[in-house]
Each structure stands twice: as C-alpha cells, then as structure tokens.
C-alpha cells in the first residue's frame, strides 16, 4: 500500500476456484485499487485488474506466504 494524503494505492492479489475445495486455482491476478479519503470516510475510486499469464507471473511478493498469512 501508498499514502499521499488522502490518496491510497494498493495491490492485493486474487485466485479463481470453481468450488472452495479445489486444490488449484484456474485463474490468478493482481488487483489495483485506488481510494480516496475525504476526511469522513474512504471511497473506491478505481479497480483495474490483470490476470496472470506465462508471460506475466504474479511476482512472489504478492503471493501469500508458505505459513497462510497473505499478501501485505
């Protein structure tokens, strides 16, 4: 996460399972989130994400750690 302000920027990372229990995902990415606080309370301003590729591997700090914590 950045702070300038009242402006927040923050990456948190996803994966898709079609049951809870599935072993795997079939899909992963990367969320972009922007809020802004205006003194009161914060609003979402934008979401863009991007889903993973061969090409385009989430980078290993964004994927949760060996002992079940997740992403910062």
Known sequence: MER???VVH???SYESKRNADDPDPFARG???????????RWY????????????LPI?????PSPN???AP
């Open 30 to 40: 990367i969320n972009s989130i922007q809020l802004m606080h205006d003194g009161r």
């Open 59 to 63: 980078p290993e700090r964004y994927l």
């Open 10 to 12: 923050a990456f948190s």
């Open 44 to 55: 979402v301003v934008t979401i863009y994400w991007a889903g993973e590729r061969p090409d």
């Open 68 to 70: 079940g914590g997740g």
């Open 4 to 6: 300038f302000g009242p």
